[in-house]
């Protein structure tokens, strides 16, 4: 199994750590993308001192979801001209 870095929060004790975490493989329609930068962003402070919740039960969560990469995998099915390699920013 491939792994990767992530910048990942322990809800429950509040801990933040770098771990290593399996490369998610994108889905129908989806693409995954390697990123080259991830900003901080007042969700993620309020995430860390408890005042937002995430959606769903979870315990742990990789932080920074406003981040700038390439395209690196195309899942099935996808629509759109998508070539791995090309720069992308996500809209969160
Ligand atoms: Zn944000």
Known sequence: MDTMLAGRLHLPSGAFRVEEVPVPVP???E???E???A???LSDVHLIDGSLKP????????????????????GP???GDWTP???VALQA
């Open 27 to 29: 889905g129908p329609g």
């Open 31 to 33: 693409v995954l993308i």
């Open 35 to 37: 990123v080259r930068a």
């Open 39 to 41: 900003g901080v962003c």
């Open 55 to 74: 959606f769903g039960h979870v315990e742990d969560l990789t932080l920074g979801h406003e981040v700038a990469g390439v395209v690196h995998t195309l």
């Open 77 to 79: 099915g996808l629509l």
């Open 85 to 87: 390699g090309t720069r």
